[in-house]
């Protein structure tokens, strides 16, 4: 693996902060990462960020294919030269945001596994979408900043309990892969990385749109985290009269004066279920 410092310094380009672009530098965590993700040559990757390929070379040399979608486009020649340069045939590289992308666009006959050390300016939301298209994945490697995946492993009752952990706990079990120091990469962050493995749950049943209304509970729960929940879930965007809250949280069985953050995933999904029967 050439040294991202050097790749970057012969094509004239820098590294850009606003995509989050902090680079593997030490071949050892790229490999130990790529192990850690057990792919093998039946598996379709789908990684974020390929930028110079420090995940993406060693993934395809055990996978069946990888998909890597990068927005910058200054570094697409720079990865398909070293790609050429190694003889590799089996990567695809978008050029694009992945926010913007169809997962089921790029799923071929299997479901993915999805990896990527994620530009941590939008980690969040990538974590989002990737659990709104969790149909086409099987399961997601990703590195966050250590804060973040420390908020996403969050239970309720603590500070660090969020949106994020309440959403990302209800489509898939969490499990801590691996910490990285500020050493392996370039340039260094000032922070600690951490990756998590998502293995998505498939919905429960087929009704998209109870989904999307324990979504937008959950937002609108946490927008006000400090209020009661009697106040957060009323009016604003989800636009409920006090007495149909009252009512719904007192068919789940759920204190009125209680917030966001002491409520479980189970106790949100109780709470949308009574919300769906209170409307009749
Ligand atoms: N995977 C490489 C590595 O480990 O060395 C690069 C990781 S770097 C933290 C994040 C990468 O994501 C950069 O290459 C950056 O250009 C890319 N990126 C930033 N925003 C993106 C977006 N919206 N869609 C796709 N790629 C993005």
Redesign the pocket.
């Known amino acids: 693996m050439t040294h ?1 410092g050097q790749l970057l310094k012969q094509a004239g380009l820098y590294a ?1 902060k606003e ?7 030490n071949p050892g965590t ?1 490999r130990m990462i790529v192990e850690k993700t057990g792919i093998s040559e039946d598996t379709h990757v789908l ?10 070379l060693p993934m395809a040399k055990k996978a069946l294919h990888v998909t890597a ?4 486009g200054r ?1 697409i020649p720079i990865l398909m030269e070293e790609i050429a340069g190694q003889g590799i045939k089996n990567i695809d590289i978008i050029h ?6 169809h997962i089921k666009d790029i799923l071929k006959d299997k479901k993915l596994v999805v990896i ?7 980690s969040s939301q ?1 974590l989002i979408k990737l659990v709104e298209e969790r149909k086409y994945i099987e399961k997601a490697f990703l ?1 966050f900043q250590t804060e973040l995946a420390t908020r996403i492993l969050a239970l309720p009752g603590g500070r660090e309990y969020s949106r994020l952990s309440a959403v990302s706990q209800y489509a898939a079990r969490i499990s801590f892969v691996a910490q990285i120091g500020p050493a392996s ?1 370039f340039p260094s962050p000032d922070v600690n990385s951490t990756i998590l493995q998502f293995q998505f749950f498939q919905p429960e049943d087929n009704d998209e749109s109870l989904e999307k209304l324990l979504f937008d509970v959950i937002k609108a729960a946490f927008s006000k985290r400090r209020k009661s929940l009697k106040n957060s879930m009323t009016g604003g965007e989800l636009g409920y009269q006090k007495d149909f809250v009252l009512h719904a949280l007192a068919l789940a069985g759920i204190e009125p004066q209680r917030r966001a953050e002491t409520l479980s995933v189970e106790e949100f999904n109780s709470l949308v279920r009574a919300i769906r029967e209170t409307s009749g």
């Open positions: 991202p850009g995509l989050g672009q902090n680079f593997l530098s790229a990684e974020i960020g390929p930028g110079l390929g420090a995940l993406t979608v990068e927005k910058d570094l694009g945001d992945v926010l913007k992308i990527g050390n994620l530009p941590y300016n939008i990538i590195m990469f």
